[in-house]
């Protein structure tokens, strides 16, 4: 035995019998040195431990039964495992997991340990899986520790660490306690949310196996219930019949609009709807309603438009889901983008107007013009974009007013007509630009010509934004009035034969190429089999020459 200044110390080396003493944690240690050392009492009667006697080796002895030094005990015979272990395991959550396998099928020394290890969520959950595998292994004593699980939840249910671990690893087994498992999902919100996230099998067995705790689980969340209800009632609905606008109305939740709608002269409707919406879209008697769009608009297969009226996009979508019949005048009046996804639209009397200082992209659908007015900008202010479109042109479409972009790939077609034989020139007679954007294509098939006739003295209003923006002649003609045409800083692609008409006599009324200044020369690609001819007027090569 040795000692220090601050308290007694026992080193135990193999079996040492002592009789008669009182151990205290403030002036005694007991320190083992292997698992074979015990610390043997011949009288019992006489021995107290004192709180703090917590040092042992883990599955190993801390008293050794004198009068059974074949085996190792927890204990003397003559004390109950629980008074005996309960001072000296209690602060120390490696102790009781080592003795998590012998208290476990024991009803008396569950009594006793459940309060030592309800702080401990590690322990819990070990003592859980040792009660888990004795209840599903057949033991003889297993219908014991079935009638303490519900003390033990009831022990645990403030410790959501130790309640998600338990219902993390071992849902099966939780799932045959309805009310254990019920007090615990109400006390402990965290670990219910948790629940339902991760145990959404266990939870559909519960609920359906125990219809009176899901009752009291309705039942406590009644209010939550009715505002939930309450709430999806103002945001989802289904508009069975036709939607009568008279004064200005506001939608903008998840409705289902089967019918379409009628905006009234003079109302407008501000809508914000996700799903599709199908039916008659009509705007008054008079054209006089407004369509407001707060979010993108999806037109089923069956939507179309009755008659004419004002659009406000306000920058939003509006998406087509099938061919389109235009037959009135559609104003828009802020920006906005409609979206063809492949489909085409006609007109029947009807156009799209785009208003001033207003943006309007058509893209990615199919065209029909019989005439100029169906696709106009109403001022120099006005811009239209076409992005990937094919503009089938039935007759000649002038381009009078505003801003023309052509962006990806726009195809100008000469369109079949059985009453009428078609020229298919596309005019340009604004005063304001025509630009093709970066790796765009203006591409003109056969039969289908390009006429230069501006409002203004102008040569350059067709614009190439870089070397990638082309105009394609594939078999037509560029005609030229004596302002005459300059083209620069893009290419020209020139396939089949192809010709050029100009009514200027000189140079400054020619149809150039280049501009004589460097940087902005024309790219011409002719390719094989291809010819360009100067039929009228002149031609001005004023491309820099290259070192």
């Not at 040195?33 to 042992?56: C, E, L, W």
């Not at 559609?330 to 200082?357: K, Q």
């Not at 203004?456 to 002649?473: I, M």
Request: glycine share 8%; proline share 2%; with cysteine.
């Amino acid at each position: 035995m040795r000692k220090n200044t601050n308290k007694s110390l026992f080193l135990i080396t193999s079996l040492m019998m002592l009789n008669g003493i009182q151990l205290n944690a403030r002036s005694i240690t007991l320190h083992y040195a292997n698992r074979d050392a015990a610390f043997v009492v011949k009288d019992t009667s006489t021995v107290r431990m004192g709180a703090g006697i917590d040092q042992a080796w883990s599955n190993s002895a801390v008293v050794k039964d004198i009068e059974n030094e074949g085996s190792f005990s927890y204990a003397p015979t003559t004390f109950t495992p629980a008074n005996a272990m309960a001072p000296l395991v209690w602060s120390n959550s490696n102790a009781i997991n080592g003795l998590a396998p012998l208290v476990a099928a024991n009803s008396t020394t569950l009594n006793a340990y459940v309060p030592l290890v309800i702080a401990n969520s590690n322990t819990v959950n070990i003592v859980y899986k040792e009660i888990e595998d004795i209840e599903f292994t057949g033991i003889t004593d297993g219908h014991i520790v079935q009638s303490r699980v519900d003390d033990l939840y009831k022990r645990i249910r403030y410790n959501s660490n130790t309640i998600l671990h338990v219902y993390r690893t071992h849902s099966d087994a939780i799932r045959y306690n309805s009310n254990a498992l019920e007090y615990r999902a109400r006390m402990n919100s965290n670990a219910l949310l948790y629940t339902y996230r991760t145990t959404s099998n266990a939870l559909e067995y519960r609920a359906r196996m125990n219809s009176n705790a899901l009752m009291y689980t309705y039942r406590i969340n009644s209010n939550a219930i009715i505002h939930t209800a309450e709430t999806l009632d103002a945001l989802v609905g289904i508009e069975q019949d036709q939607i009568e606008i008279t004064t200005d109305t506001t939608i903008d939740n998840i409705r289902f609009i089967k019918n379409g709608f009628m905006i009234g002269d003079g109302a407008t409707l501000t809508l914000n709807t996700p799903l599709r919406v199908s039916g008659a879209l009509q705007f008054g008697d008079h054209n006089g309603g407004a369509l407001n769009l707060n979010g993108d608009l999806q037109l089923a297969t069956d939507a179309y438009f009755s008659n004419g009226g004002t659009i406000r996009g306000n920058g939003h979508t509006i998406n087509l889901n099938g061919d389109q019949e235009i037959p009135g005048v559609l104003h828009f009046t802020s920006d906005t983008i409609v979206e063809g996804n492949g489909n085409t639209i006609t007109f029947d009397g009807g156009s799209l107007m785009v208003e001033d200082a207003v943006s309007v992209t058509l893209r990615n659908m199919i065209i029909k013009l019989p005439s100029s007015d169906e696709l106009a900008c109403a001022s120099a202010l006005s811009s239209l974009s076409l992005d990937n479109v094919t503009l089938c042109l039935e007759d000649q479409y002038t381009f009078d007013s505003g801003r023309l972009f052509i962006d990806n790939t726009v195809v100008m077609r000469k369109a079949d007509s059985m009453f009428r034989s078609s020229n298919g020139d596309f005019v340009l007679s604004s005063d304001s630009a025509i630009t093709i954007l970066p790796n765009s294509c203006w591409f003109f098939e056969t039969g289908c010509n390009f006429c230069y006739n501006p409002s203004v003295a102008n040569r350059d209003l067709l614009r190439f934004a870089d070397v990638s923006s082309q105009l394609f002649l594939n078999g037509c003609s560029l005609y030229s009035t004596p302002t005459g045409m300059r083209l620069s800083k893009g290419s020209v692609v020139v396939d089949g034969k192809n010709y050029i008409y100009a009514e200027g006599e000189s140079l400054s009324e020619a149809v150039a190429f280049g501009n004589n200044e460097s940087g902005e020369e024309l790219a011409i690609h002719i390719l094989p089999g291809a010819s360009i001819a100067v039929e009228s007027g002149c031609l001005d090569y004023s491309n820099l020459a290259v070192g």
